[in-house]
């Protein structure tokens, strides 16, 4: 299996509380995704990364950001968490366009 | 409108069935797509990629039509094992890159 670790695998916070989810890929890999998964919606991409410092958003940015300082982590941040943002966040990474994507465990987020 | 629309299912098939999902896509800039399976509570994974040619592995045939921007994965005998998540997924260019994931069809599968 690809190298890519997910943290923490399950947090429970408050609303309104700030709340940080790590990446770690070991691939080397260039592009690096999250995503959100409810059901009902399938995955939905929050934010990708193309490379070190180059991010963009997703169709459900909103109320989330990332940072990518260096290749192996991409890291994604609820700025004040809402009880909306309850979900399952998947990383992904890929190594080029036409190749798979290789997914972490997951991360369960409860916003109470 | 969805980027990525997939059957809705559920699909309940008994084994040995053959069942047929499909998936249409809505930007012309989608260069390479592929199917993944994902299993309850798991991440998904690669089962296949789509080529413009079609292409098949054992059980399976998926195929592209990009005049109709449209996709479609055949599973053949249907094994109880087969039972899960199916999703429709398209690599998009914007320059930057993107992957865009359907909804998933649920696929059960009865002894």
């Known amino acids: 299996d690809a190298g890519i670790t997910q943290s923490p695998r399950h947090k429970v916070t408050e609303t309104g509380t700030p709340v940080t989810l790590r990446c770690h890929q070991t691939e080397n890999h260039r592009y690096m995704y999250w995503y959100r998964q409810d059901p009902g919606h399938g995955l939905r991409l929050i934010h990708y990364s193309y490379g070190v410092k180059d991010t963009d958003k997703g169709e459900v940015s909103d109320g989330y950001s990332v940072s990518r300082s260096k290749t192996e982590d991409f890291l994604l941040t609820l700025e004040s968490a809402t009880s909306s943002q309850t979900s399952v966040y998947f990383c992904?990474?890929?190594?080029?366009?036409?190749?798979?994507?290789?997914f972490g465990s997951g991360t369960q987020l409860s916003v109470l | 409108r969805k980027e990525v629309e997939q059957d809705p299912g559920p699909f309940n098939v008994p084994e040995g069935a053959t069942v047929a999902f499909n998936c249409t896509y809505s930007?012309?800039?989608?260069?390479?797509f592929f199917w993944y399976r994902q299993d309850c509570r798991k991440e998904p994974k690669l089962l296949m990629s789509?080529?413009?040619s079609g292409n098949e592995d054992g059980r399976f045939t998926a195929q592209l039509n990009r005049a109709s921007q449209y996709i479609s994965l055949l599973i053949r005998d249907s094994k109880l094992s087969d039972s899960a998540t199916y999703l429709c997924?398209?690599?998009?260019?914007?320059?930057?890159?993107?992957?865009?994931f359907g909804a998933g069809t649920r696929l059960f599968v009865k002894a």
């Open positions: 992904a990474t890929t190594g080029g366009r036409n190749e798979k994507l290789f």
């Open positions: 997924v398209v690599n998009i260019n914007t320059g930057g890159f993107k992957t865009i």
């Open positions: 930007n012309s800039a989608s260069q390479s």
């Open positions: 789509v080529y413009s």
